[in-house]
């Protein structure tokens, strides 16, 4: 199974270059704001997560901000590589009832690397 | 390999059929979770199970069921189909009943024709 069969608005970046995805949220209430990658032919993968109380979060080439005013989240990878060529979601974590998880995913945005 | 395994990869079938999707949870996972991801509606969630009981219901039709076993793998039933059903179906797992950090298996492409 793939993801290049959804209309989804594209960001093309070259090799080495910065990219800077963005989301928009609906819900205020949140606890968490994720990001997936979903490369062709596989499931979404678990990227980097950002608690609601928080503005960024760091990890290996990838930085989340998130802007609680606007209802905003970006996604930025330093030195975009052809590996990092997917569709990316952001999703909104909001338990319900205390006791069941709930996933709300974006529509995605497709990063193409070139070289 | 995120460890989730699915069954089958690919599934074509006429409408009015029902067909069923297995998935098999990472060791240790507890919860699994069934997500469609279509052209027009993107991934959503349809349904969680947590050590084989029902524990959040998203927009799944009243034509789907689904079961976690004692094993702890899982079963996505769609019945009555319709082309509009034609979708990515993945399955997802976690350790405990509330996470984000959910690992998703390769995903089921159905076919209604």
């Known amino acids: 199974g793939e993801s290049v069969g959804l209309h989804l608005p594209t960001l093309s970046v070259q090799e080495g270059d910065n990219s800077i995805i963005n989301c928009a949220y609906s819900n205020s209430a949140s606890d968490y704001f994720i990001w997936y990658k979903q490369e062709s032919g596989k499931g979404p993968q678990f990227i980097i997560d950002i608690r609601s109380n928080m503005d960024k979060r760091q990890g290996q080439r990838v930085t989340v901000l998130l802007n609680k005013t606007v209802k905003h989240l970006s996604l930025q990878i330093a030195a975009t590589q052809p590996g990092d060529s997917a569709v990316y979601f952001c999703a909104e974590y909001s338990p319900s009832t205390g006791t069941a998880s709930k996933l709300t995913f974006g529509t995605g945005t497709r990063l193409q690397v070139t070289l | 390999d995120s460890g989730v395994t699915q069954t089958p990869k690919h599934l074509i079938t006429a409408t009015g059929q029902r067909v069923t999707l297995r998935c098999s949870p990472r060791?240790?996972?507890?919860?699994v979770y069934w997500y469609q991801q279509s052209l027009d509606q993107g991934l959503q969630f349809l349904i969680q199970y947590y050590n084989g009981e029902e524990r959040a219901k998203g927009n799944i039709l009243e034509r789907f069921s689904a079961q976690q076993f004692p094993d702890l793998h899982s079963e996505l039933n769609l019945s009555s189909l319709e082309l509009g059903d034609s979708a990515l179906y993945f399955c997802a797992s976690s350790v405990s009943t509330a996470s984000y950090e959910q690992y998703f298996g390769p995903g089921t492409r159905l076919t209604v024709t």
């Open positions: 060791s240790g996972d507890l919860s």
